[in-house]
Each structure stands twice: as structure tokens, then as C-alpha cells.
């Protein structure tokens, strides 16, 4: 019912970002996709570290609430979040966890399935949001609401084109930030990868 | 017997011993009662289980850490005001000193656990092994430290870099994180589905000491009173709550039955004979009766439970008919030597009656539940020194027995037409047993009613519970596994192992985590060989200098680490009673309660219990019985760890292990019912001595059965252990109505002690539908129950037992 809602209201949207791009219309297109994979590379600067540390892996998100990263170098291990349970792998081991006993996380996790969904009332609901540039370059900024989350994290941004995710930024207070580079691909290529 | 036809009293001499034999045994009972203490906690509506791992489940209800667990939810107002209040109770009630922890979700209060942790890391971290001190197992610890560095989570990992390079404290958390937690929001802990704010908050006094939790419910309803905010709603709940509760519930009860029955018997006996002196003669039975029933039980059990006493009530509507029968038929009896003639006539009856019952309370001693058996016990002393006061106290008191008045001649006269008239009735009777036969043979699921239908909780308590223990998800696990020991680091060891099973269920998604105390306490062994696996210095800093080859790291930065590292060498292995009373005892003290136990024998501590909980995995796929957790898979993982004690670790399902008990509990009562039963007619065929006679007895009897079941069936009442015990309580009292009318029709009575004989009768009947009948009014199931099929029952007995009767050759 939703999609099909979106899908009509798709090119009038489209018309009226000429005018005025912002949450609403980026939210708009983000929703228009149900399902995305992609590599990242993760470039992170942490204050007493001279160099940057390094980290890569793939990216995979299937609406409406699954989500999981999955690092592979330098150590590999996945956090997979599905619904509000959220299962940690490192060296073999798992963890499961309930994500809203964590508020700090939660805010987190639903930046990135906020964005992905295209929901913005989930996005304003943690967030203060900001929209800058246009459909086919934009940049999405958030600051915590959480009082707690905003003692740890200063903003994130999250940079795209049309649909795509292509950037996501975030800054701590403690001065440490980081930057992770998406590169998009296919649906299915990640799966016929591990086959 | 040569006086026979005398109605004399008995010879003073005979009266003086027998009123002092009397007035001895009312006094050792009143004796016995006095040093005999009074309960009316929940745990009567526990089977007293022969098998171990229900015992240890029996042990957690009655006395773990659930048994002084308060679940407190705050309702009401905005998010704002009922975080606020959260945090004030919490605050008060952490300052009352009356619990041993309040939990609200905040996190500042474990900060102390914090401190502990890091401190002991290398004594707790399951990383801590000689590999990991090898230049590839440091570069693969800093390569995972390394990785937290630059995110949210890495703000407590980078301050301790230097320290903990290798995340030993990270990887003791990771075991610690619960998999399922309340939900938080604004720094408490909230409701998943209703706007609430939830604490939880550990009584400090043991649970079986209902005073000091009733004192801990009153002081969290006061320091609320105090802080909340107006619209703020306080809801407690917990097992504390429930057995408080019960106690005021069965406390009330027992008065409300007491004064109840007593205005009825005093109603009925005024009515009968219109005499006050005849009236407290033939209470004087009953009060024999409870007298020695209360001390019996007290002897036997070392308590009295507050049910036995609400239950004494039926002992009033069989006890008081001893009474009614002597004064009326020993009266009846006068012309022909009055109390000497009832021995041989009138006894006789009583004696058979006062078998019969017994032997339907008997079935209740050997019940399984404490509480049934303490009935059984009450009832059957309490029963027999009632018939023996009649028999020979009785007399002397009251040789000629007593006159009735008016009344009574009219209920014999009454009796006599409605009586008369029930044979009539006896074929379409028959057609309605047949009706309730057919009507049983097609309910398969008639015994189905479980355990909590016997306890006195009211079932919106237990929705507000089930609600609270929904959202606070931690700590309510349903299934567990179970080690035992005889000794600590026996038990701990054995936990160790265990756990080491389990992880790989984890990653399986059979289970989605565990507790275990030997996360918080390890094994001596264990903890010495993490302490051998620390390098010397010299060592240590050339792995090291290997591991950071590559990383954004120099060995220079981690000298902090060698230190520390240099010290823990020499660290002391962390104690029971080290925990206990370190710096953060008072935070692991109750973490450390609820993980490990020393069990209680007869003769001293026996042994110890380590209880690791599981905790179901989301999303997983259910097991095939459709149960949270797949225990055989579990069970299968554990297999061969102790080999040859299989008791020493074992799955625990509580919901299953519960319903199992109590099935068990049915199985063996209706078999005892059973018995009872046959022991109830074996003794009709005794004294009948003619299969014929003893057939038309027990038609009645068995067509009451019938029709009483049928009757629950039709109101759809899932039938339990207590409607079972209320049947055989129909069938041994009815044996008596059966037998009254089969010796009315026995050649050489005399005709016209008919309506006298009938008013007894009638008489009896109806104070023992009555005090049922008071009894199924109860609010405590357990007595509602047998209540409600002995009031009809009886009733019904008495009917079919005069439908039944063949009228005199």
C-alpha cells in the first residue's frame, strides 16, 4: 500500500524538487528502494594515532528493517540488526542484544535504516535533520536529539546521489571522526560472491 | 449389660475418669497448639517433589531470588514525570537499606562493577590463555581493540588503550551484555507496550519472611507517595506481592469461615433442639474435633498452614452430626435404656460413617501437596476424636440425649414426604446418568485444569504480573541449566564446562545467550591458569614488539600494559567471600545469589547448585515442540559432561517441569482416590455382609458420581486434583445416607423411629451442604473447588440415596 502510495506520488515529487529539495522529497527517493548491497572502505581518525585506521567490508540492507555490516579486513566480524535485535560475530563468537535497551545505539542504527527506508518521521524523531544540494548530489545531516547519543556523537552526514548512499561521515565529541565510502552494487552480487 | 433397660447415668467413678481423660487431651492439644506456629504462605500449593531437579525448582519458588524479587511499574503522567519518579523511589529505596539491590536501568549504579572488572581482568577475561600472549594472539587482541577506536563504541576502549590493549575488559562485557534487556529511554527503564516506567527491587530479608516482605511492599507504596508527581500510578507485583496477598487473603478467609460456619451450626442445632444446654453439648464434639485435629497436624507437620484452619469448617458439618444423632437418638432410645441402648444400636452407624470418611480423607495425607495432606491429617484426628467424644463422653454428659423441638418433629415429617416421594424420580435419575455417562465419554479433556488453578492469586494480579515480567525480560528465564556439586570449585568447574558447550549454541541461534556465575567467579583451576599464562616482562615486551609490526602502534605507548600485566602475576584468585565483601560486594552479592546456591540438608549445607539461565533466541527458528528453547538440543550439547551423575547438570523447562508435576500429582490422585473409593465400599461390604444389599448401596452412590461429574462437565469446569478429592468426599459421606436407608429397611426396626431417624438425617445432610456450600463461596480456589462438588453433592447423595430405597418387605 505504502509503495504503491510512493510510486504514484514518485514523479510529482520529482517536479516539485526543482523548487525545494528537502527532507521530504530526499526521503521520497530514498524509499523507492527495498533492497541494497555494497562494498565500504572506512577510513577512521582517532586522536593519539598518527595514522588513520583502516577497515573494509560489504553492506547489505533489505527493507524494512534488516541491515548488516559485515567487515572484512583487517579482523573480520558483522553486526546484523534486524528488527529491534541486533546480533554481534567477532573470533567465532555471537552476541544477541536487545537494540532499545540501548538508547545511543538505537539512534544510530536508525540513521542508517532511516535513511535506507526513507522514513523521516524515524529520522526527526533521533535527529535534527539539515538537506543540502540537489537529487542528484545531496548531503544529509544529523544531530542527536539524545542527550546521552549528543554527549558522544557531534553529527553525522550522509552523502548521496538520487538513491544512492555514497558517504557516510560522523564526528565524536571526543574529537575522533570517520569516514566510510560506499560503493553500490547490484542486488545479488553479494550473495553469488559467497557461493 | 444387665441394666440395659435402665437409662441410669454411668457410675461416678466411670464419669470422673472419663471427663478427666477428656479434659487431658484438651489440654495436650491446647498445649501442642500453643508452641505450634501458624502459616499462610503460597507454599501449600506445592507438591512436596521426591525428584531432585523439581526439588531444586521447589527450593527457587519458596526461597531464591524470584521469591524476594518486587517488580514495580509506574503508570501515569508524561515520559518526563515518570522517569523523575523512577529515579526518586529508586534513589529512596537504595537509601532504605531494607533492599539488597534496586535496578531502574539506571547505569551509574554499576559503576562500581566497572571498577571491579577492569581491575580483575586478567583473573576473568575466557581470552586470557598462553596463545593469546604470543605475538600473533597480541596483534589479533590490539587488531580487535584497534577496531572500536573511532566509533561510538570505542569512547570507553580509547582511555584504557594504553592499560588494555588487547580488550580483555571488552571481552568480559561482551559475556555480560544480556541478550534481552528493558527497554530504556531517558536513562530508565520503560515498557515495550504501555506507557510505564519499571523497577525491580531485591528484598534483602529471605522470602519465606512474609512480615519483612509485607514491610518492603509498604515502604515501596510510602517513598512513591512521597516523591510522585500527581497522575502517577504505583503498581507492584512479584512473588512477595503474591504471597502476602495470599496470606491476608487465607487470614481473612479463615475468619470469614470460622464466624460463618459457626452462626450456621449454632442456627441448625438451636433450630433442632431449641435448647441452649443442648446445644453446647453437641458443638462440644466439634470443638473436641478441631482441638485435636490442629494439635495432630501440628505434630505431625511442625506447622499449621492457614488453609487446614479455613478447611476446619467441614469438619464442623460432619463432626456436629455425631452430636445431632446421639442427642436425638439416644432420646428416641429412652424408653429402652437410653445412651446403653445407642451403644448397640445407634454407635454402630456412626462408627461405619466415621470409617467410611476417614477412609476419603486418608486419600488426602497421601495427596503429594503439603497443604491436602495437612487436611487429610486434620480431618481424620480431628474426625475420630470427634466420634470417640461421642461415644463415650457423650453419655455422660447427656445420658437420656436431648428433646427436640416442634421443628424438628415437622423437618422429620417433611423429610418423610420428600423422601417418599424421590423413588418416583429413580428411573428419569437413571436416564440422567446415562445422559451425563454419554455426555463424560465424550469430553477427553475433562481433567485439565493446571497448578495455578490452585493458587488463591486472582487473575488480574497475575496479568499484571505476566505484563511486568514481559517488559522487564531479564531475569525470568524459563528454561535452565541446572549443575550440581558437592563442592564449590566442583560446581564451578562444571559450570565452566558447561558453558563452553553452550557458546556454540549461540552461534547456532538455539539459544541467544546464557548466565553463569563463572563468568563473575571462575574456577580456581581456571583462574590459575589464566595467572600462568601471564609472561614475565621480558617475554611480554618482545611478543609485543612482533605484534605491533604494521599497526598504528609502538611498544613504547604500551608500556602501561607490561606493568599492569607484571602485576597481575601476583594477583590473589578472586574468593566467594572476596566477592562478597570487595569493593563492589554490594552490587555482586545479589548477581552472585542468583547463579549459585548451597543447598540446605537435614544435617548441614549439601552441596552446591550453579544455575546458568538461557535466554531464547530471536528470530530463531522454534523448536520442534514449538517451545522458546530447543531443550533436547540443549540437553544433546551438554551430554557426557560428569559422566556417570547424570543429576549433575541437567536442562530445567520450569513451565513443562510444573505441568509435569502436577500431572504426576492427578496420576497418583486419582489412584488414591481410587482406592479410596473401594476402601469406602469394601467397608459397606463388610458390615452388610450381602452382595445384594451392598449393590443397592452403591448405585445411589456411584449415580451421584456421575452426575456430579456430569454436571461440572456441562459448566465446562476444568476438573483438578481438589474436584477429585470433593468426589471421594461425596462418595464417603453419601455411604452413609445409602446405609441409613438400608437399614430402615431391614426387618425388626422399629417403624417409628423413622421420623426421628430421618430428622438426624436430614439434619446432617443439611449442615453439611451448608458449611460446603459456605466453603464453594471461598475466594481461595483451592477450597471454591472442593466446595462446589461436595455442597450439590451431598445433596445429591441424599436424594438418590431415598430414590434408591426398596421399599419394606
Known amino acids: ?195 | 449389660m444387665t441394666d440395659a433397660a435402665d437409662g441410669t447415668p454411668p457410675t461416678p467413678r466411670r464419669r470422673a475418669l472419663v471427663l478427666a481423660l477428656w479434659a487431658a487431651v484438651v489440654l495436650l492439644a491446647l498445649l501442642q497448639i500453643l508452641r505450634t506456629p501458624f502459616v499462610a504462605d503460597l507454599s501449600a500449593f506445592l507438591p512436596a517433589s521426591p525428584d531432585e531437579r523439581q526439588q531444586i525448582l521447589i527450593e527457587q519458588v519458596e526461597s531464591g531470588v524470584p521469591a524476594r524479587t518486587l517488580l514495580v511499574g509506574i503508570d501515569g503522567g508524561d515520559a518526563a514525570a515518570r522517569a523523575a519518579a523512577s529515579r526518586a523511589l529508586a534513589a529512596k529505596l537504595r537509601a532504605s537499606g531494607l533492599f539488597e539491590q534496586v535496578g531502574n536501568g539506571e547505569t551509574e549504579a554499576w559503576s562500581d562493577v566497572g571498577a571491579w572488572l577492569f581491575e580483575h581482568r586478567y583473573l576473568l577475561s575466557p581470552a586470557v590463555t598462553p596463545e593469546r600472549f604470543t605475538a600473533a594472539g597480541l596483534r589479533e587482541g590490539l587488531q580487535d581493540t584497534l577496531s572500536l577506536l573511532g566509533t561510538p563504541a570505542g569512547a570507553i576502549a580509547r582511555p584504557l588503550f594504553e592499560r588494555d590493549p588487547t580488550g580483555e575488559t571488552q571481552r568480559i562485557a561482551e559475556g555480560l551484555i544480556p541478550s534481552s534487556a528493558p527497554r530504556s529511554e531517558e536513562g530508565v527503564w520503560v515498557s515495550r507496550s504501555a506507557p510505564r516506567t519499571l523497577l525491580v527491587a531485591m528484598v534483602r530479608a529471605p522470602g519465606a519472611d512474609l512480615d519483612a516482605m509485607a514491610a518492603a511492599i509498604a515502604r515501596v507504596h510510602d517513598d512513591f507517595a512521597a516523591v510522585a508527581a500527581p497522575g502517577l500510578v504505583l503498581r507492584v507485583s512479584g512473588a512477595p506481592v503474591f504471597g502476602v496477598e495470599s496470606r491476608g487473603r487465607i487470614e481473612a478467609e479463615i475468619k470469614r469461615l470460622s464466624i460463618a460456619g459457626t452462626v450456621l451450626v449454632v442456627g441448625l442445632l438451636t433450630l433442632a433442639f431449641g435448647s441452649l444446654a443442648a446445644l453446647a453439648v453437641a458443638a462440644l464434639p466439634v470443638a473436641t474435633g478441631v482441638l485435636v485435629g490442629i494439635a495432630a497436624v501440628g505434630v505431625g507437620f511442625g506447622q499449621v498452614h492457614g488453609m487446614t484452619l479455613a478447611f476446619g469448617v467441614t469438619l464442623i458439618g460432619e463432626a456436629v452430626d455425631y452430636g445431632i444423632y446421639y442427642l436425638i437418638q439416644a432420646r428416641g432410645l429412652a424408653g429402652r435404656g437410653g445412651w446403653r441402648a445407642w451403644v448397640h444400636e445407634g454407635w454402630p452407624t456412626i462408627r461405619l460413617g466415621l470409617l467410611t470418611s476417614v477412609c476419603g480423607f486418608v486419600a488426602l495425607v497421601f495427596s503429594g501437596f503439603p497443604g491436602l495432606a495437612q487436611l487429610g491429617v486434620f480431618s481424620v484426628s480431628g474426625l475420630v476424636a470427634a466420634a470417640l467424644f461421642t461415644r463415650f463422653v457423650m453419655p455422660v454428659l447427656r445420658p437420656q440425649g436431648a428433646a427436640g423441638t416442634l421443628l424438628r418433629t415437622a423437618l422429620g415429617r417433611t423429610g418423610r414426604s420428600l423422601l417418599g416421594a424421590m423413588p418416583r424420580l429413580r428411573w428419569p435419575l437413571v436416564a440422567l446418568g446415562v445422559a451425563a455417562a454419554v455426555l463424560l465419554a465424550q469430553r477427553s479433556e475433562l481433567w485439565r485444569a493446571e497448578l495455578a488453578s490452585l493458587s488463591p492469586i486472582p487473575q488480574e494480579v497475575l496479568a499484571l504480573d505476566a505484563s511486568l515480567r514481559q517488559d522487564l525480560s531479564a531475569g525470568d528465564a524459563r528454561t535452565l541449566v541446572v549443575v550440581q556439586a558437592a563442592d564449590l570449585q566442583a560446581v564451578l568447574e562444571l559450570a565452566e564446562q558447561a558453558g563452553a558447550r553452550l557458546e556454540p549454541l549461540i552461534d547456532a541461534g538455539t539459544i541467544g545467550g546464557y548466565d553463569s556465575i563463572a563468568r563473575w567467579l571462575p574456577s580456581l583451576r581456571m583462574q590459575q591458569a589464566r595467572l600462568a599464562a601471564l609472561p614475565a616482562p621480558d617475554a611480554l615486551q618482545a611478543a609485543l614488539r612482533e605484534a605491533v609490526a604494521g599497526l598504528p602502534v609502538d611498544t613504547a605507548r604500551l608500556q602501561p600494559f607490561v606493568a599492569e600485566v607484571a602485576a597481575a602475576r601476583t594477583q590473589a584468585p578472586l574468593t566467594l567471600p572476596a566477592l562478597r565483601s570487595g569493593a563492589a560486594g554490594a552490587s555482586l552479592a545479589p548477581l552472585v545469589d542468583a547463579m549459585l546456591l548451597q543447598r540446605q540438608g537435614d544435617d548441614g549445607p549439601a552441596g552446591w547448585v550453579a544455575l546458568l539461565p538461557l535466554q531464547p533466541p530471536i528470530g530463531g527458528a522454534p523448536a520442534p515442540d514449538g517451545a522458546e528453547i530447543d531443550a533436547a538440543a540443549v540437553q544433546q550439547a551438554l551430554a557426557g559432561l560428569a559422566a556417570g551423575d547424570p543429576s549433575a547438570v541437567q536442562v530445567l523447562e520450569i513451565g513443562r517441569e510444573l505441568t509435569g508435576l502436577y500431572e504426576r500429582y492427578l496420576g497418583q490422585a486419582q489412584l488414591q482416590a481410587l482406592l479410596g473409593a473401594l476402601g469406602v465400599v469394601a467397608l459397606m461390604a463388610l458390615t452388610l455382609r450381602s452382595p445384594r444389599r451392598l449393590l443397592a448401596v452403591c448405585q445411589p452412590l456411584a449415580l451421584a458420581v456421575l452426575l456430579s461429574m456430569g454436571a461440572l462437565a456441562l459448566a465446562e469446569v476444568p476438573l483438578g486434583i481438589l474436584h477429585l478429592v470433593g468426589l471421594l468426599l461425596v462418595v464417603a459421606v453419601g455411604s452413609n445416607y445409602a446405609l441409613f436407608f438400608d437399614l430402615l429397611q431391614q426387618p425388626g426396626q422399629p417403624a417409628q423411629a423413622d421420623d426421628d431417624t430421618l430428622a438426624s438425617l436430614l439434619l446432617a445432610n443439611l449442615t453439611t451442604v451448608a458449611t460446603f456450600a459456605l466453603i464453594a463461596m471461598s475466594a481461595i480456589p483451592a477450597l471454591r473447588a472442593i466446595g462446589l462438588v461436595v455442597a450439590p453433592g451431598a445433596l445429591l447423595a441424599l436424594l438418590l440415596a431415598a430414590a434408591f430405597a426398596r421399599p419394606r418387605p
Open chain 1, 1 to 195: 500500500m505504502r509503495t504503491l502510495a510512493l510510486a504514484a506520488a514518485g514523479p510529482l515529487a520529482a517536479r516539485a524538487q526543482a523548487a525545494r529539495f528537502d527532507l521530504k522529497a530526499l526521503t521520497a527517493l530514498l524509499a523507492q528502494r527495498r533492497e541494497a548491497e555494497a562494498r565500504f572502505s572506512e577510513e577512521r581518525h582517532v586522536t593519539g594515532f598518527d595514522s588513520p585506521l583502516r577497515a573494509s567490508g560489504t553492506l547489505s540492507f533489505s527493507a524494512p528493517d534488516r541491515f548488516v555490516r559485515h567487515v572484512l579486513e583487517p579482523r573480520p566480524e558483522s553486526m546484523a540488526v534486524q528488527g529491534n535485535t541486533i546480533v554481534l560475530r567477532r573470533g567465532g563468537r555471537s552476541r544477541q542484544m536487545t537494540l532499545d535497551a540501548v538508547p545511543e545505539l538505537t539512534a544510530l542504527v536508525e540513521a542508517m535504516r532511516g535513511t535506507l527506508t526513507g522514513d523521516a518521521a524515524l529520522l526527526q524523531r533521533h535527529f535534527e535533520t539539515r538537506v543540502e544540494g540537489e537529487p542528484g548530489r545531496w548531503t544529509l545531516t544529523l544531530l542527536p536529539r539524545d542527550a546521552r547519543l549528543a554527549t558522544q556523537v557531534r553529527e553525522m552526514q550522509i552523502a548521496g546521489q538520487a538513491g544512492e548512499i555514497r558517504s557516510v561521515g560522523l564526528w565524536l565529541t571526543n574529537g575522533d571522526r570517520s569516514l566510510m565510502l560506499v560503493d553500490n552494487l547490484p542486488p545479488g552480487t553479494l550473495a553469488r560472491e559467497a557461493r
